[in-house]
């Protein structure tokens, strides 16, 4: 029998996520162009990026509930086929249709990595599952720096869009040459009914996780997709925002052991709704350099969302296995897909209004994303309450459950 290294399969996984940051940061970059070389409107371009959003978790639901009986080696496959047919029918698409539907391969491609990893690495590290899921999404803010620098230094060199998106071929080559070459782990299948797994979901705690989770997942992700447009407006350099905050978010990932060590997956959860409270706050206020400092606030604050929830289900919720780690990644983009056009609705009343009422030495753009901004903090808020309740209601029942072993 082949020997498992674990070290290997720890690796490609985190490729496998960084090609995926780099769909979202490259596409981002290469949008402007995709719109005048095709003569597309935002309205058009807004479904096309959307597909990205409805694969991924129609890509995880699937991932879910065949994980135990297809394994983890068959769905990280079927995500590298997917991702080379995808990145290959967008660098040929001629018009609309050819990229709604190589987006919506990329999107299920991005899902599959995130249903095949994260319980992947859950059972292969099972004393510390938070932690290690940590430092695998360090590669989520690491892929985006990535893109948004490839995607700037090859605009700059005046390499066109079909350039970028074979890029991304380079890392999907990478992981799938090492899929082959390695051998997977096999897990017990003990606790690995997919109907007991489904049965679990029901349980009053992970349904109040993937409530939590639809909260966390548009606090991070529905803010940052308009982050930008709000920053140029206040006087701060978007790139160079976007730098500090991933940036700041992979060191931290990384260093996520110790932090859980100390305040445990509920406090860390707690402090991190408070802090991106604070962050959305400033940054509804701030202008010019005081932008960057809100920037990073906000940033501590959204870093160990996604992880540190997914840890949580994982040592909490176990019984739901791969489909409850699944169900939360499909929550979360889901979440944030239906968001998205409320959050864009809400920016452009808000620039209505800001237009019929403000002086002419103000920049409406500001105020209305300002205004949103502020507007947002309301999920943040709300997670800080839910996160109390949590965080007293593990202390409790870890304490009788101690009370209960010494007896």
Not at 27 to 45: C, D, K, M, V, Y
Not at 226 to 253: C, D, H, Q
Not at 272 to 288: P, R
Request: hydrophobic share 50%; aromatic share 14%; net charge neutral.
């Amino acid at each position: 029998m082949e020997k498992i290294n674990h070290k290997n399969i720890f690796i490609l996984c985190c490729i496998a996520l960084a090609v995926t940051a780099m769909t979202f940061a490259i596409r981002a970059g290469i949008l402007g162009e995709l719109g005048s070389n095709f003569g597309l409107s935002s309205t058009e371009l807004g479904w096309i990026n959307s597909m990205a959003f409805l694969g991924f978790p129609l890509a995880t639901i699937f991932g879910g509930f065949f994980y135990n009986s297809l394994g983890p080696k068959k769905l990280i496959t079927l995500a590298f086929f997917s991702h080379l047919v995808g990145l290959g029918l967008t660098i040929i698409a001629g018009d609309f249709w050819g990229l709604f539907i190589s987006s919506l391969f990329v999107g299920f491609a991005n899902g599959s990595v995130e249903a095949a990893c994260n319980p992947l690495i859950a059972d292969s590290y099972k004393k510390n599952k938070s932690t290690m899921l940590n430092k695998f999404h360090v590669w989520f803010p690491a892929g985006i720096v990535i893109g948004a620098l490839v995607s700037k230094f090859m605009t700059d060199a005046g390499l066109g869009w079909q350039y970028q998106i074979a890029f991304m071929l380079i890392p999907t080559l990478i992981y799938g040459i090492m899929i082959f070459k390695n051998t997977f782990p096999t897990f017990e299948k003990e606790s690995k009914s997919t109907s007991n797994n489904f049965k679990a979901l029901f349980s009053p705690l992970f349904l109040f996780m993937i409530i939590c989770m639809t909260l966390t997942a548009t606090t991070e992700l529905a803010t940052g997709q308009w982050i930008n447009t709000i920053l140029e407006a206040s006087g701060a350099s978007p790139m160079l925002a976007l730098a500090m905050i991933t940036g700041l978010m992979a060191v931290l990932r990384y260093f996520a052991g110790p932090i859980i060590s100390r305040f445990n997956t509920t406090g860390v959860l707690l402090l991190s709704a408070i802090f991106a409270t604070i962050g959305l706050y400033l940054l509804s206020i701030t202008t010019g350099t005081m932008t960057y400092l809100s920037a990073i606030i906000f940033a501590i604050g959204i870093t160990y969302f996604w992880p540190t929830m997914l840890g949580f289900v994982a040592e909490n919720n176990h019984e739901t296995g791969a489909l409850g780690l699944s169900m939360m990644g499909g929550a979360g983009m889901f979440a944030v897909s239906m968001w998205n056009p409320v959050v864009g609705g809400w920016i452009d009343n808000a620039k209505q209004k800001a237009l019929e009422s403000v002086n002419a030495n103000t920049d409406p753009d500001l105020v209305a994303g300002q205004a949103v901004l502020s507007t947002l903090t309301t999920f943040p808020i709300i997670l800080i309450f839910a996160f109390t309740g949590l965080f007293i209601y593990m202390r409790n029942k870890n304490k009788t459950i101690k009370i209960n072993d010494e007896k």
